[in-house]
């Protein structure tokens, strides 16, 4: 059987910037990344993902193009986030949007720091019923918390899903909450209408001039 080549990320080559560089000179370009799976391969420990120094050094030369503005969008906290790329004249958006902060706009969505008092409530819980699962990782975010069990036993996978919902299930404001599914990841976050998307829209209503979101 032909082996299936493996995901390509988005600077395998130097085409975006060659194609952002010979775009009209009329045409500016918002610039919207994730950084695992896009930036960064997966890693089974999210703490050892890193961008390439090629990546990064890419990075810098469209945040420094006057007619390319560039926004890194990840599930990751807004913290953590600004530490994996650092780069300082960029847009960063963490916890999926929910807390976003570039060089002149700062926004925190006011459902996350009303539901953060649950947040923090679920990760303490899910830290304590998860601990006894080999594998199991539970991170605990600004404005979420996720459990991760990419590197859990076939045979305890179940179980770290039961732990999650019954930790969910459990908590005094569960209706606050929502899950969401990732790559081997469960995570809880804020119960509103919010998301990626919706952080890319504030962002684009706030540059100065109009420009083609990519």
Request: hydrophobic share 45%; glycine share 8%.
């Amino acid at each position: 059987m032909e082996k299936r080549p493996g995901p390509r990320y988005f600077f395998d080559t130097n085409a975006p910037v060659r194609r952002i560089a010979r775009a009209p000179l009329h045409l500016r370009i918002a610039l919207f990344l994730d950084f695992d799976g896009t930036l960064a391969p997966i890693q089974n420990d999210p703490a050892r993902s890193a961008i390439s120094d090629e990546v990064r050094e890419q990075l810098q030369s469209l945040a420094n193009a006057d007619r390319c503005s560039v926004t890194i969008l990840s599930g990751r906290s807004l913290q953590d986030i600004k530490a994996k790329i650092g780069i300082r004249n960029i847009c960063y958006g963490g916890n999926h949007g929910l807390a976003i902060s570039g060089s002149e706009l700062f926004y925190i969505h006011p459902g996350a720091i009303l539901a953060k008092a649950a947040i923090d409530m679920a990760g303490r819980r899910l830290t304590k019923e998860a601990a006894h699962i080999d594998g199991a990782w539970v991170e605990r975010k600004q404005f979420s918390v996720s459990l991760h069990y990419r590197s859990v036993g076939k045979g305890d996978i179940h179980l770290a899903k039961s732990v999650f919902y019954k930790v969910k299930a459990e908590l005094p404001d569960v209706d606050s909450l929502s899950v969401m599914k990732g790559k081997k990841v469960l995570e809880l976050l804020p119960d509103i209408m919010w998301d990626k998307g919706s952080a890319v829209l504030w962002i684009l209503r706030r540059l100065e001039d109009v420009h083609l979101p990519v």
